[in-house]
């Protein structure tokens, strides 16, 4: 089984700095056949359901602010919000669709410092 | 619009058994692979089952296999988690996910609102 790893398990950042966020697999979510990264970031504010913002480790969904990017490749992973704004407060998980069991992160809880 | 209503959700006995329910709407569900998430009180997301496009294809998390069963109702355009042998930590709330277009493993780009199962006596 693949297990995904997060750091931090907590971020502050101040209003308007970057806010960096890392994940590691234990095995690459590399796909040879295809070169895609089957890695997705969700974004979870309390008490909503998880909200995806990026998949194939870099690609934004629909409607997501361009302040949000993903990048990385093979095992390691990073999340990237570039002027954090207060609506960003949320838990941030990782997740590899590569194979099953389709493993989370433990989560990265990001406030406002 | 794409919408996901799970319903089912309750305080049971260990032991117990309960099926939850994921009424689809804005989408056709034989069309799309189809996941159950959880998260236990405070915790993080943990991955409990999919069901292929085509329904021919069902998997799941080691701690739900033998008790667990993901089953769809194109009909109904309902989808289905019968848990049986519920265990204090089967505890959690259910949220039931639609995949992104295209993709069959659980690239969950929808999420219903959740619903509460509470496992003890």
């Known amino acids: 089984d693949i297990v995904m790893t997060q750091s931090p398990d907590s971020l502050a950042v101040s209003l308007g700095e970057r806010a960096t966020i890392n994940c590691k697999s234990s095995?690459?979510?590399?796909?040879?056949?295809?070169?895609?990264?089957?890695l997705a970031w969700y974004q979870q504010k309390p008490g909503q359901p998880p909200k995806l913002l990026i998949y194939?480790?870099?690609t934004r969904e629909s409607g997501v602010p361009d302040r949000f990017s993903g990048s990385g490749s093979g095992t390691d992973f990073t999340l990237t919000i570039s002027r954090l704004q207060t609506e960003d407060v949320a838990i941030y998980y990782c997740?590899?669709?590569?194979?099953?069991?389709?493993?989370f992160g433990q989560g990265t809880k990001l406030e406002i410092k | 619009e794409v919408q996901l209503l799970e319903s089912g959700g309750a305080l049971v006995q260990p032991g117990g058994s309960l099926r939850l329910s994921c009424a689809a709407s804005?989408?056709?569900?034989?069309?799309?692979?189809m996941s159950w998430v959880r998260q236990a009180p405070g915790k993080g997301l943990e991955w409990v089952s999919a069901?292929?496009?085509?329904?021919?294809?069902?998997y799941y998390a080691d701690s739900v296999k033998g008790r667990f069963t993901i089953s769809r109702d194109t009909s109904k355009n309902t989808l289905y988690l019968l848990m049986n042998s519920l265990r204090a930590e089967d505890t959690a709330v259910y949220y039931c996910?639609?995949?992104?277009?295209?993709?069959?493993?659980?690239?969950?780009?929808?999420w219903g609102q959740g619903t509460l199962v509470t496992v003890s006596s």
């Open positions: 194939w480790a870099s």
């Open positions: 095995q690459s979510v590399l796909y040879n056949s295809n070169k895609k990264n089957y």
């Open positions: 069901i292929s496009s085509s329904g021919r294809s069902t």
């Open positions: 996910a639609k995949d992104l277009e295209g993709t069959d493993e659980a690239l969950l780009d929808y």
């Open positions: 804005g989408f056709t569900l034989s069309n799309f692979a």
């Open positions: 997740q590899q669709y590569y194979s099953t069991p389709y493993a």
